[in-house]
């Protein structure tokens, strides 16, 4: 990640750590959804096992969440972990933050420093009076001279906060300050429904700036639909072009079909399409052919019925019960 390489959509493992079983099925999902990067936490020697369980199952890069014990770092390194995510200043004394430096940079591996507003020291909330975006830099860049301390600079950063103001200023100001990679998320953002909001708020605004390197969209809900809502967002500021591009109308009173449910279906089949197309599901024939001219493909409903259109050009007339698999005709044949 980072220079020019594509924005990577990540997601953590939810599953219990020690249930190896489910981590990989659901490691499985993740990559399934087009998950870029997995993260999994790594709380205690025993844990260390999915390490190798979940990179036998699939072809997806595997991070090691480790808090305070360097040892867990040490141990995931040797059973080939692709990124270890840490806070140096919580792992102990530099002796410590050494060992961990030595061992990823002789393995190759990278290292993510993860700050967030939670977690800054006293002495920087003292200073600033809180956990501000200033202070939130100036943490995250203390905890990569640990390790640039000991000759490692392959590092990636995070300075996350629930506030999304808060947080869109910390990583500004870390970008201006330094070169590395940035891992951009709201931490907390909350259930699927308010954590979409605030993370599309912030993400995507550091994104259409030209700010960050990988992104994780932190809902309390499935990973899956992370991993969904990351690629969305992608989407959404032009970042990423495969697969599909849905577009449908708000409706109003001319709309004669049941136009939400319709775009609803075309959404869940087309979840899984790999084409990079335009897919229109319009109202009616004013928002149909004529404003949604450059789609690929669509449909405009009518009276119990609806048109299906290419590229402007209506191609025929079809009754509402069979508009969804002539659409799906339609888009197998591009």
Not at 47 to 58: F, T
Not at 103 to 132: D, F, H, M, Q
Request: aromatic share 4%.
């Amino acid at each position: 990640m980072g220079g020019d390489a594509p924005i990577s959509v990540q997601s953590m493992l939810n599953c219990p750590a020690h249930d190896v079983e489910a981590n990989v099925e659901q490691a499985k999902e993740l990559a399934g959804a087009g998950c870029d990067i997995i993260r999994v936490a790594i709380p205690d020697y025993r844990a260390v096992a999915l390490i190798d369980a979940i990179k036998s199952a699939v072809d997806v890069p595997v991070v090691a969440d480790i808090h305070y014990d360097y040892r867990l770092a040490l141990e995931s390194v040797a059973a080939g972990v692709d990124k270890v995510r840490i806070n140096p200043g919580n792992i102990g004394g530099e002796d410590r933050v050494k060992a961990v430096a030595t061992a990823c940079k002789n393995a190759g591996v990278p290292i993510r420093v993860g700050v967030n507003s939670g977690s800054l020291e006293k002495e920087i909330l003292a200073k600033y009076g809180g956990p501000t975006p200033e202070g939130m830099r100036d943490s995250a860049l203390y905890h990569v001279s640990l390790l640039e301390k000991y000759d490692f600079d392959d590092i990636v950063i995070s300075i996350k906060s629930s506030d999304v103001q808060t947080m869109v200023k910390a990583y500004e100001l870390t970008a201006e300050a330094c070169w590395y990679p940035l891992h951009l998320g709201v931490t907390e953002a909350g259930t699927e429904r308010m954590g979409l909001i605030k993370s599309t708020a912030g993400i995507g605004s550091l994104l259409l700036h030209g700010i960050g390197d990988t992104i994780r969209v932190s809902l309390t809900a499935s990973p899956v639909k992370e991993v969904y809502a990351g690629l969305d967002v992608l989407k959404a500021v032009g970042l990423r072009k495969d697969g599909v591009n849905l577009v449908s109308c708000p409706t109003c009173g001319r709309t004669k079909v049941d136009l939400i449910g319709l775009a609803r279906q075309v959404e869940e089949r087309l979840k899984t399409c790999g084409k990079s197309i335009k897919v229109a599901v319009m109202g009616c024939a004013v928002n149909g052919p004529g404003e949604a001219r450059d789609a690929d493909i669509g449909i405009a409903g009518g009276n119990g019925c609806g048109l299906i259109f290419k590229k402007g050009e209506v191609l025929r007339k079809v009754p509402e019960d069979e508009l969804i698999e002539e659409l799906m005709k339609e888009i197998e044949k591009l």
